[in-house]
């Protein structure tokens, strides 16, 4: 028995399973470099908006004729998705580049890599991408804190009782 602890003491780090943190909150860079979405949990459901983009584009492709135009850059993509296990999320996303709504699946496959799954046709016909995340830059020297991020989930308006508005989010557009 005495001789057990020894051992179990040595092979207590190579049992321990380091908890990954089944956290897909951040900002990620889509597959092509081209863009950045930047997600957050609002209400127990994950969403997120186009961050940053290299070519500036525009919604010309919206269902809705109103916001066609509109700057790509802030508009919701990931569209409220529930969470189905600790690592991974579904539900509808948002393609600016055609104007569709999908069915998806988001897995979070490591701590810095997200597997992005649409379907269309009921599963049939599906494709997908992986995201990495984007490492925050390192504050300016002398830096201590830093500023106030606004809150997401108030822009998307979810969780204000103004989320169940009408519309999709992608074609309501964020709160200004």
Do not use: F
Not at 21 to 38: F, I, L
Request: net charge positive; charged share 20%; with cysteine.
């Amino acid at each position: 028995m005495w001789r057990s602890i020894p051992v179990l003491a040595l092979l207590a780090p190579l049992m321990t399973v380091p908890a990954q943190a089944n956290d897909p909150t951040g900002e990620w860079r889509v597959e092509e470099g081209t863009a950045h979405v930047r997600t957050v949990i609002c209400d127990g459901r994950l969403w997120g908006v186009i961050a940053w983009e290299q070519k500036p584009g525009v919604d010309a492709e919206n269902p809705d004729s109103r916001l066609r135009g509109r700057p790509i850059l802030g508009i919701p993509i990931v569209l409220g998705m529930k969470q189905v296990r600790p690592d991974k999320w579904e539900g509808p996303i948002y393609n600016a580049r055609n104007g569709n709504t999908y069915e998806a699946k988001i897995t979070l496959k490591g701590p810095d890599s997200l597997e992005v799954e649409g379907c269309l046709w009921q599963g049939w016909l599906c494709g997908g991408q992986d995201w990495t995340r984007v490492k925050p830059p390192p504050p300016p020297p002398g830096l201590v804190g830093s500023a106030p991020k606004p809150d997401l989930c108030l822009r998307l308006g979810v969780g204000t009782g103004t989320g169940s508005g009408a519309g999709r989010p992608q074609q309501r557009g964020l709160k200004q």
